[in-house]
């Protein structure tokens, strides 16, 4: 299965995925919506910024996923993470504050990233607000080029 994962553009995280430091996609629930049970290691994961076009390619590794308690347990769980997700020994205050609340949280594990020709893909049928998609192949989503003829 192919996967986008749509990032919040302010958080700047897609350079960190580039250059190796950001190993692992965190994503926090109050409900279980993809990609909870539905992403495993083989899967494609494509990222992109919000707004923009998708432009990183990585081959899922693994996947950890948590049934989160309360808040305690959710920044207990997060500082596992913080160093392959973010980078930082210091969980930043809008991640605690994204992820209050949550019950639900995925970490997907990956490798082999790469900066791949961007592409702009549909998102019709996901919702304008999604953050991620689940498609059988990304083939199925790539919005097709309109060419001008002169």
């Not at 409900?31 to 899967?43: E, H, L, R, T, V």
């Amino acid at each position: 299965m192919d996967h986008v994962a749509i990032m919040k553009k302010e958080w700047k995280l897609i350079p960190r995925i580039l250059d190796g430091t950001k190993t692992v996609e965190s994503r926090w629930y109050k409900s279980k919506i993809i990609p909870w049970d539905k992403i495993k290691s083989g899967d494609t994961l494509y990222f992109k910024d919000s707004g923009g076009p998708v432009f990183v390619q990585a081959n899922v590794t693994k996947v950890d996923q948590y049934e989160v308690e309360d808040n305690i347990e959710a920044a207990s769980i997060m500082q596992r993470y913080l160093w392959e997700d973010l980078g930082t020994l210091e969980l930043p205050e809008a991640v605690e504050n994204y992820i209050k609340n949550k019950r639900y949280a995925v970490f997907v594990h990956f490798n082999k990233i790469k900066r791949i020709s961007p592409f702009e893909i549909d998102k019709s049928g996901f919702g304008m607000q999604c953050a991620w998609i689940l498609v059988p192949t990304i083939k199925g989503i790539v919005k097709k080029q309109t060419g001008r003829s002169g």
